[in-house]
């Protein structure tokens, strides 16, 4: 059970924890991003890639492939999802960039993430809304839940008494 006195409590603890976790993140992500491509250039050992965005959440993950893509020479498998080998008819050419951005000490996955990269958010889908739909139904028949249990439950989310009743008007009129 939720308990909100004990959730204040601890809450800007965690906050506190939070932030620093995502400050070591970025800081060392700041660090290794450079390295990593030094040490691709001069070893020409792509594990070194692989094995860092093997280890990174989503977001992070993203962001490294996209900006190894750009800057290492090496070709990505999407189907394996990690880099495979060198661009041999890009190679010198993407090195020769990439030393080139490595002279500017500020440089670094950060850095040309905030100038390159947009996110653009998902487009609501209302088919996702059906298919979420089914599955909860579903779900709940497994669990001995209602149909009735599910829709209360959905339009405690915050629906309106006038949505409730313009859908069950539209539902009336399709019979």
């Known amino acids: ?8 409590g601890g809450f800007d603890k965690t906050i506190k924890a939070l932030a620093k976790a995502e400050s070591l993140t970025k800081d060392t992500l ?8 030094f040490a691709t250039q ?4 792509i594990g070194y890639i692989n094995k860092t965005i093997g280890v990174l959440t989503p977001m992070n993950r993203k962001t490294a492939i996209m ?6 020479g ?49 487009a609501f889908e209302l088919a996702k809304v059906t298919q979420f739909a089914k599955s909860a139904l579903k779900k709940a028949k497994d669990a001995g839940l209602s149909e009735t249990d599910v829709l209360k439950a959905f ?12 859908i069950m008007e539209q539902m009336a009129e399709q019979k």
Do not use: C
């Not at 059970?1 to 204040?8: I, L, Q, T």
């Not at 900006?67 to 290492?72: A, D, L, N, P, R």
């Not at 080998?85 to 440089?107: G, M, R, S, V, W």
């Open 42 to 45: 001069q070893t020409e050992d």
């Open 67 to 72: 900006f190894f893509k750009e800057f290492s």
């Open 155 to 166: 339009f405690g989310g915050g629906f309106t008494a006038e949505s409730i009743v313009a």
């Open 74 to 122: 090496l070709n990505f498998d999407d189907d394996a999802g990690s880099f495979s080998k060198k661009n041999k008819k890009k190679y010198e050419e993407i090195a020769a960039l990439a030393t080139a951005q490595l002279d500017d000490p500020h440089f670094n996955m950060w850095t040309w993430a905030e100038k390159n990269l947009t996110i653009e958010p998902k």
């Open 1 to 8: 059970m939720f308990n909100a006195d004990e959730f204040k």
């Open 30 to 37: 700041r660090d290794l991003s450079r390295s990593l491509l």
